[in-house]
């Protein structure tokens, strides 16, 4: 398959990994952003083939599992009200809230949920329903959140009123900022998400570089695009460089798109998160603005955020903080697994205890 | 005067279409037996009586409930024939006949239901395995969704045949008779109204056929098992197959078929075709020494031209961490009952069994 394949090619891949070998002249540390990296990394076996002195830590940029326990609840509230019907994306479904409930349990009791595969679709669903409030729960990083903006400006267009989006948004700068800030984490180099990237442009990461003396790279997902980039991040790190370095030109340039932060920019306002294990950050999440207050669910419905209770003894904050790796956690594959998901780093395909338990090994 | 209206002709099935009354009697003659008639399930008797035949007895039921009900590649009834048959082709029976159950929701347009009993026809025929005894309940609007269907099924194992997941050996070789994930990421497409270009089809096929060619074509007890990977795809049932068998499997991704067209709706929506199900497929599991024959025995057959051998059983017993003591990467151990998948790159990794339904990544 073109533009796939070439990406995956064994002998390819040998060289690279023979060219970080040999860039590698210390053992360091880098953050892999990303959960798609993450799973990634994992499924094309490149983990287990890399040197020994390169350690790979998962960060805080799975979509699903950054998103607060309290935020579920709050979709809960929403998916019970009498006349809602809730499109979703498809691993927002089984993570758990506050006290266990998931969107599924609550598709199982009655409420209308659906999943869908773009906010478009929940758009077309308010559409043929003009008799149901139809709500999207917003979540995800600057990668999703264009898609949202385009959906909800479109919906203004075709005067379409019974479409809301429950903006959870986040940008994955602030988060980075001040975890990258404690140097008790030791990182010396950050994998930067390719997707995101293509947004924000890789520019945008100069500040983290400087300031906490961080190799960036951009990296694609393919494995050689994963290799060319910790290549890239070994030399830096070898010549004590911090710099920013772009492995993922067919898709990323330097200034990214402004024309999608432009939209985004017109919908949404900067505003204090909550982040599923890290807290509030401040700045790090996108509310919607004033002037399109029609579409913003949790104006237009009253719903307060309950405070967000964590599941006891679950240590997902401290596995998307990238200070400890789910096998350490007591839950992980005994009472936490994928099909039974305790904490939301469980549930989504990208998230860090679902890679580690699909594809490393989960028995204790 | 509700006698005069026919309520075959009503467009729509009603719940007097299951009634037992004469509405009843006349949707099965004017479509099921119009259809599906053959001397024994013409005959309408409480249950089918078939001639004794020399050979074990291999019985099995499954039920369909499949949405959409129609989709490129075939459709509930096609699935609910060729589904069945092949539970009973993976113990090595040849199949006999079928039962059909249906479970109606009134509103049905009735031209729907007549477009899968003649799939069911179709399937039945082509097959050469006739439905012999039927029953038909209409539940009310929303009490069902369009159609259920249950079939079950009655085959003959001849002597010396003895195919089970417990019969894996070490050494043995799995080929898989086709490309994987054809059927699930089509009725995944489907259901999300996602259009991708290319051709998606489900690889609904019956392989009964393909395995009566293989027991004869080899050695007695060269064939140890077979499996259909449906649900959980071949993933899964590979991880069935090591867990029953108490051995380890080995299996290379680049030896493994997959279309382009499902790879590249994969790589869209975040999804691993591994899992994907499969509805005309099978893995077999053969002696080491009889591979290349067998793997020719089913490119032979329409139904395996792309078969393809993809691994191998191993005793395991590796027990210890690929890395070293203090690594916190993950281990990839020999444990029994393991299935490894050697990566396109040349890396390692474990497969383990679908946890849940496959859902799509959000970006």
Redesign the interface.
Same mark, same amino acid.
């Given at each position: 398959m073109k533009y796939v394949d070439e990406f995956r090619d064994p002998e390819l891949t040998t060289q690279l990994l023979h060219e970080l070998t040999a860039a590698t002249t210390k053992p360091f540390r880098v953050m892999e952003v990303c959960g798609t990296h993450t799973m990634a990394i994992f499924r094309s076996g490149l983990r287990a083939m890399l040197p020994p002195a390169i350690e790979l830590i998962s960060g805080p940029g799975c979509p699903v599992c950054v998103t607060s326990a309290s935020h579920i609840d709050a979709f809960l509230q929403m998916a019970e009200l009498p006349g809602t019907h809730l499109a979703v994306f498809g691993d927002l479904f089984r993570v758990p809230g506050s006290n266990g409930a998931t969107l599924a349990h609550a598709r199982a009791r009655g409420a209308k949920i659906d999943v869908v595969y773009s906010p478009m679709d929940g758009l077309e669903l308010a559409r043929q329903n003009p008799a149901e409030q139809v709500i999207f729960p917003g979540i995800g990083f600057e990668t999703t959140t264009p898609g949202i903006a385009a959906t909800i400006l479109a919906a203004r267009q075709q005067n379409i009123d019974n479409f809301m989006v429950f903006s959870t948004h986040k940008t994955m700068l602030p988060p980075l900022m001040a975890l990258l800030g404690d140097p008790a984490l030791g990182i010396d180099g950050l994998l930067c998400p390719g997707h995101v990237s293509s947004i924000i442009g890789a520019a945008a990461y100069q500040p983290l570089a400087e300031e906490n003396h961080l190799a960036c790279v951009v990296g694609g997902f393919e494995p050689t695009d994963i290799l060319q980039a910790l290549i890239l991040m070994a030399r830096q790190i070898s010549e004590g460089r911090a710099e920013v370095k772009n492995a993922y030109t067919r898709a990323v340039t330097w200034e990214g798109n402004p024309r999608a932060r432009s939209m985004v920019d017109t919908i949404f306002e900067p505003v204090d998160m909550e982040w599923r294990g890290l807290g509030i950050i401040g700045g790090s999440g996108l509310a919607i603005r004033k002037e399109f207050a029609g579409f913003d669910a949790q104006s237009r419905l009253s719903i307060t955020v309950p405070e967000s209770k964590e599941p006891p003894g679950c240590l997902c904050g401290q596995i998307l903080k990238g200070i400890t790796t789910p096998p350490t956690c007591p839950l992980f594959g005994r009472r936490c697994t994928p099909s039974s998901p305790i904490g939301p780093c469980m549930v989504s395909s990208e998230g860090t205890c679902s890679a580690w338990f699909t594809y490393g090994n989960h028995t204790r | 005067m509700t006698q005069n209206i026919s309520p075959h002709r009503a467009e729509t099935i009603l719940l007097d279409h299951g009634s037992g009354g004469l509405a009843s009697q006349e949707l099965i003659s004017s479509l099921f037996l119009k259809h599906l008639g053959n001397k024994v399930l013409s005959a309408l008797e409480d249950s089918a009586v078939m001639d004794n035949q020399p050979g074990r007895l291999a019985f099995t039921t499954d039920s369909y409930v499949v949405d959409p009900i129609f989709f490129p590649g075939g459709d509930i009834g096609t699935l609910a024939v060729h589904g069945t048959i092949n539970d009973l082709a993976m113990r090595g029976a040849r199949p006999l006949c079928l039962s059909l159950g249906l479970i109606l929701e009134e509103g049905l347009p009735l031209v729907d239901l007549e477009r899968i009993i003649i799939s069911i026809r179709d399937a039945s025929q082509n097959s050469g395995v006739p439905i012999v005894t039927g029953d038909t309940k209409v539940v009310p609007r929303g009490k069902a969704d369009k159609i259920f269907i249950n079939t079950s099924g009655i085959g003959l194992v001849a002597d010396g045949v003895e195919i089970s997941a417990t019969r894996a050996q070490a050494g043995d070789k799995i080929i898989l008779s086709g490309s994987m994930g054809d059927h699930g990421i089509t009725i995944m497409t489907r259901r999300? +109204?996602?259009a991708l270009a290319g051709d998606l089809r489900s690889d609904s096929m019956a392989l009964h056929a393909l395995v009566q060619r293989l027991l004869a074509g080899l050695p007695p007890g060269s064939v140890h098992t077979l499996r259909d990977p449906t649900r959980g795809g071949v993933a899964t049932t590979l991880c069935e197959i090591a867990g029953s068998s108490g051995l380890m499997i080995e299996i290379e991704e680049?030896r493994i078929p997959v279309r382009?067209e499902v $790879?590249?709706a994969c790589?869209i *929506? +975040?999804l =691993?075709p591994l899992y994907l199900a499969n509805e005309g497929k099978c893995l077999a599991l053969v002696a080491p020494e009889v591979a290349e024959q067998a793997l020719a025995l089913m490119q032979a057959c329409p139904e395996g031209a792309e078969a393809a051998i993809i691994g191998t059983v191993t005793s395991g017993g590796r027990s210890s961490?690929?890395? +070293?003591a203090s =690594?916190? $990467?993950?281990? *990839?151990?020999g =444990?029994p009952g393991r299935v490894t *998948?050697?990566?396109?790159? +040349? @890396?390692? $990794?474990?497969i383990?069994p679908l946890? @849940?339904a496959p859902?799509? $990544?959000?970006?």
């Open positions: - | 999300a +109204g996602i680049s382009t $790879r590249a790589e *929506l +975040g =691993d961490s690929i890395h +070293g =690594d916190t $990467r993950p281990s *990839l151990t =444990d *998948l050697k990566t396109t790159i +040349g @890396g390692t $990794r474990v383990t946890h @849940g859902l799509p $990544r959000i970006c």
